[in-house]
């Protein structure tokens, strides 16, 4: 009963000292000392940092205890070229966030138009533009699934030889020195790993400038006679 009786003063004085402490933590609120007034940001490499700064703006002033850290993630979101962020509090009065740019994997380029586009298909801001990703011109009307699975194909890793790539319609067009190899719409790898066993058997010569790679255990191979192509 004793051991009791001295617990009740002490339970008591831990929150007088919790209430005292939430009082103080008020007043100083209300004063202006917890107010957001620094934003670290890591991670901004290619992604536009002015418009980061103008996603974070409207949060300073704000009482950090009060700063919803979800919000401060979706502002940042939105902005092109963002994949993910993530935010905390850095008591007194700044944040930190850490975000993660899209991740580009290829090129398309139409006319005068050029855009990098990310792993999960989304077109880039210009800053993402890079002579490092592999390029892709587009012509006529490019079927969307077919860009889809290039786009998969592209954050796999495309193989190494391929000197340029042409979409038009249905088909995946790739050109290796003097050649185009028609790789149709799926399967990329796959026939090109049927060109390099083609051109290793040394039955494709020197004379075959087009090389048709869309049939099931088939090369076709094809000679340009004038404006045409004729097997």
């Known amino acids: 009963m004793r051991r009791r ?18 009082l103080l933590y ?10 957001l007034a620094k934003v670290c940001v890591y991670g901004c490499r290619t992604c536009d940092s002015a418009a980061v700064s103008t996603a974070l703006r409207p949060f300073l002033g704000t009482p950090l205890g009060r700063v919803d ?7 940042v979101e939105v902005v092109p070229g963002m994949e993910s962020a993530i935010a905390w509090r850095s008591w007194p009065d700044g944040l930190g966030v850490d975000i993660h740019p899209s991740r580009p994997v290829l090129l398309l380029s139409r006319g005068g138009w050029r855009s990098a586009v990310s792993d999960r298909g989304r077109n880039l801001p210009d800053s993402f533009i890079s002579d490092t990703l592999p390029l892709f011109e587009v012509g006529g009307s490019p079927d ?14 495309i193989p190494r030889g391929v000197d340029s790539f042409r979409v038009e319609g ?11 190899l028609l790789l149709g719409d799926r399967g990329f790898s796959e026939r090109l790993a049927k060109y390099s066993e083609a051109l290793e058997s040394g039955c494709l010569g020197s004379d ?4 048709d790679l869309r049939y099931e255990g088939q090369v076709v191979l094809r000679r340009s006679c004038g404006q045409g192509v004729s097997s």
């Open 69 to 75: 850290l979800r919000e401060i993630r979706d502002a």
């Open 208 to 211: 075959w400038n087009q090389v």
């Open 5 to 22: 009786t001295l617990l009740v003063p002490a339970w008591a004085g831990v929150a007088l000292l919790g209430l005292l402490s939430a």
């Open 26 to 35: 008020r007043w100083m609120e209300r004063s202006g000392e917890f107010d």
């Open 170 to 180: 249905r088909c995946l067009e790739a050109v290796v020195g003097s050649r185009t």
């Open 144 to 157: 969307p699934g077919v860009l889809r699975r290039i786009v998969i194909w592209a954050s796999e890793g």
